[in-house]
Every structure is written in structure tokens, then in C-alpha cells.
């Protein structure tokens, strides 16, 4: 289903994020597209339900691909910092959270609607924007960057 491959030009870029305050609580879905041409997308909303964070990942998901769908996309490079997501939608399955099991099963019809689609982890400091996004979503500010942890050189 996911699939590795160089983005080609024609290929959307989504990088998404979920957010549950508290986790389990109120969810936020923020994504960031970025169409071939250079336009970029946004999409942050909160649901009406609660539940964790995992769930608020997936619907991030979800939602973004919907929207990409909506838009014309058929090919796919999608970003997320939640390693549950990207195993349990990846070419290797992990075991199942039983919970989930059924939205997981809605992601993979959505992600085999698009000709070609890639999922890939990325470090939470390289997805700041959706997750700006998924907080905006509930109220809540961006969390504050991260400072890069400073090494000494052994001489």
C-alpha cells in the first residue's frame, strides 16, 4: 500500500499531526499541503469527540488525504511524527491497537484511492507546523522549539 519512492514533480507533499489534550481529551487535526505548483494547504480542526493521541494522528491523516483527494492528488509523499501510524499503515504491518483497528482499515481505503503514495516518519522538530496547526485547532499556542542539545568535541 505505501511505498517508497523519489518524489516525482507531480507529487503532493502532506505533513500531518494530531493532538489530544488531555491524551485521552479533545482532539486537533493540523495538516500542511503543498501542491506540485509551490501552493500550500492548511487544514486545523478540532472533532467533537475525544479520544488519544493515536486516534487524533490518524484522523490528521485522514482528514489531509481527503482534502488532497478533494483537491486532484494522485500521487503522495506524506509526513508524520507518529510511529504507530506509519507501522500500522506501512508495508509491514504491526500488530493491530484493537481500538483503531477500524479507522486503521478506513486510512488504507483512503491511501489506495491515490496512484502512488509514501509514508514516512519524521522527527516531531520536522513536523512543527502541523502540529502548530492540530494545537491552533484546540486553543492552545504552539509548543516552543526545541533547543539543539550542544555536544563538546573531545580533543
Known sequence: MTESFPAPLDAWVIHCD??????????GLGAVLMAPDGTRHTLSQATCTRGCNNEAELLALMAALQKARTAGATILLVYCDNSILVAQLGATRHKAINRLAELFDKARVLLASFEQVSLRLIP????????????????????????????????
Do not use: F
Request: some cysteine.
Open 124 to 155: 516531531r522538530h520536522r513536523n512543527s507546523q502541523a502540529d502548530a496547526l492540530a494545537r491552533a485547532a484546540l486553543g492552545l499556542a504552539p509548543k516552543e522549539a526545541a533547543r539543539p542539545i550542544r555536544r563538546r568535541c573531545r580533543t
Open 18 to 27: 494530531g493532538s489530544a489534550v488531555p491524551n485521552p481529551g479533545r482532539m
